[in-house]
């Protein structure tokens, strides 16, 4: 409220801690998805099926390539939200002014976001992570779940961050990763071919701009 921090000037500090408790509450049910998901995919499918919200939400996730999108999707939110959240929890008191009297040297230390790296740490990730890992089931069941992941799949579908398939595809090709079936029961190994849409796509992509660079050298030679 004393407007000592680095957020934005002209928002209210009522207006800021607002905010500040709501994307530390939103960013928090995203960390806990993440994790809520991986640990229902090991449970029996008709015991999850009991549960309708909870089967709804992980089977809309897992569908296809759903999961990859919902997991770029997510590191937005949170990355998004966490800088918000740090200009409003970032100290930024001037030379001779501390916070509870702290001498300078520690105010110095505070000013560069370590508070607020260890309170969101704790807050906004930790402590959702440990209750959607103790209760996945419970988690996956809050009806707002849904339009969360929905709202993932939005934000891939931007296309801001959509470079992390281009080189995941790189990636896949260069170290020569392999289906699970592939290890754990004998099927055929996968050549350096896209199999997936998404894989067809970032070829494709490469192809186009690969044909587009050589004619803008020709026109321009």
């Not at 918000?84 to 916070?99: C, P, S, W």
């Given at each position: 409220?004393?407007?000592?921090?680095?957020?934005?000037?002209?928002?209210?500090?009522?207006?800021?801690?607002?905010?500040?408790?709501?994307?530390?509450?939103?960013?928090?049910?995203?960390?806990?998805?993440?994790?809520?998901?991986?640990?229902?995919?090991?449970?029996?499918?008709?015991?999850?099926?009991?549960?309708?919200?909870?089967?709804?939400?992980?089977?809309?996730?897992?569908?296809?390539?759903?999961?990859?999108?919902?997991?770029?999707?997510?590191q937005?939110?949170?990355?998004?939200?966490?800088?918000?959240?740090?200009?409003?929890?970032?100290?930024?008191?001037?030379?001779?002014?501390?916070?509870?009297g702290?001498?300078?040297?520690?105010?110095?230390?505070?000013?560069?976001?370590?508070?607020?790296?260890?309170?969101?740490?704790?807050?906004?990730?930790?402590?959702?992570?440990?209750?959607?890992?103790?209760?996945?089931?419970?988690?996956?069941?809050?009806?707002?779940?849904?339009?969360?992941?929905?709202?993932?799949?939005?934000?891939?579908?931007?296309?801001?961050c959509?470079?992390?398939?281009?080189?995941?595809?790189?990636?896949?090709?260069?170290?020569?990763?392999?289906?699970?079936?592939?290890?754990?029961?004998?099927?055929?190994?996968?050549?350096?071919?896209?199999?997936?849409?998404?894989?067809?796509?970032?070829?494709?992509?490469?192809?186009?701009?690969?044909?587009?660079?050589?004619?803008?050298?020709?026109?321009?030679?």
């Open positions: 409220f004393a407007k000592k921090t680095t957020m934005w000037t002209g928002v209210p500090g009522w207006v800021s801690v607002i905010i500040l408790f709501a994307l530390m509450g939103f960013v928090g049910i995203t960390e806990g998805m993440q994790i809520a998901f991986f640990a229902v995919l090991n449970m029996p499918e008709e015991e999850l099926a009991k549960h309708p919200v909870a089967y709804a939400n992980a089977d809309l996730t897992f569908r296809g390539q759903n999961l990859q999108a919902f997991l770029i999707g997510r937005m939110v949170s990355a998004s939200g966490m800088f918000v959240v740090a200009r409003i929890m970032t100290l930024n008191y001037g030379e001779g002014d501390t916070v509870f702290f001498s300078e040297g520690f105010q110095t230390l505070l000013n560069t976001g370590l508070l607020n790296a260890v309170v969101t740490t704790i807050v906004a990730s930790l402590m959702w992570r440990i209750v959607a890992s103790s209760f996945p089931v419970a988690f996956l069941s809050n009806p707002i779940i849904n339009g969360i992941i929905r709202l993932c799949f939005l934000l891939d579908s931007l296309g801001v959509s470079a992390a398939w281009v080189f995941a595809r790189w990636i896949k090709v260069l170290v020569g990763y392999q289906p699970d079936e592939v290890h754990l029961e004998g099927a055929e190994r996968h050549t350096s071919d896209p199999v997936t849409r998404r894989d067809k796509d970032v070829d494709r992509a490469i192809t186009i701009i690969k044909y587009i660079a050589s004619m803008t050298l020709l026109a321009f030679s």
